[in-house]
């Protein structure tokens, strides 16, 4: 059964402790605070070859210029694996152009005139409905992005009946662009925005379009005049239930 990296590695241990700090399993030190060469340190009970920070290390020290070395091993783990699940996160839609939250050209670290944790609460959605509104607008939905080759060849991985599931905790809708067909969405999708009177459901595009507003730039539902809100997960909120125990149900079955 293959999962998340993240998981194997939470899982089985990895002796270089620099990607997951408070993971027990791992080794008290790095390799290089344990005076060994880091490149050379063969005792991860995770397969090095699959080490993201071994191969980060490989290319800053060998001036290889390339992770490739990776490659094999995870094509190894693919091609004996037929229940795979695949856990994934921002990094996955950074090659589409969307920006992640937390790296150097991350959401959180852009200047706006209220954090970003605190413009994407509940709280800040209910108080501030028209700066809530105009952050998700131009921030959370990019309607020009496209499936890029990580979403595409996991679609291929489960047309191919290789792949069981997809866990994200992205909200950009683009595995499904690329195909997918069973994805378990975390966080929500910017491409279902509900009505909280009459449970109308509309579109990004619609959100995006303007059409129906009040003076304050907030959407209205035009069935109702209810108030509508993402069906996305914001802080404060909790994950839904659903949705979360499909997930579990995937990644253990």
């Not at 191969?55 to 037929?82: H, W, Y």
Request: hydrophobic content about 35%.
């Amino acid at each position: 059964k293959s999962s998340a990296a993240s998981d194997v590695y939470k899982r089985q241990g990895c002796s270089r402790m620099i990607c997951w700090m408070r993971w027990e399993p791992c080794l008290p030190k790095t390799g290089a605070e344990q005076g060994d060469d880091p490149i050379k340190k063969r005792n991860a009970s995770f397969p090095l070859d699959l080490c993201y920070t071994g191969a980060i290390q490989n290319t800053t020290i060998c001036r290889k210029g390339s992770v490739s070395f990776m490659v094999p091993a995870l094509e190894k783990i693919i091609a004996e694996s037929d229940h795979i699940v695949f856990f994934g996160g921002a990094g996955v839609s950074t090659e589409s152009g969307i920006p992640d939250f937390r790296s150097v050209d991350g959401l959180y670290h852009q200047q706006f005139a209220y954090p970003p944790e605190t413009m994407l609460s509940h709280s800040f959605y209910e108080a501030h409905p028209a700066e809530f509104f105009d952050f998700y607008r131009t921030k959370m939905i990019a309607l020009n992005a496209k499936p890029n080759r990580c979403h595409t060849k996991l679609a291929e991985l489960e047309r191919a009946g290789k792949l069981d599931a997809v866990v994200t905790q992205n909200i950009d809708g683009l595995h499904q662009a690329a195909g997918s067909q069973r994805v378990f969405e975390l966080h929500g999708s910017v491409h279902r925005n509900i009505c909280q009177s009459c449970g109308a459901v509309y579109s990004a595009e619609w959100i995006c379009s303007r059409e129906h507003e009040d003076a304050a730039g907030v959407p209205v539902c035009p069935a109702c005049g209810g108030r509508i809100k993402p069906d996305v997960v914001l802080y404060e909120e909790p994950l839904d239930e659903h949705v979360l125990t499909g997930a579990v149900a995937a990644i253990a079955a």
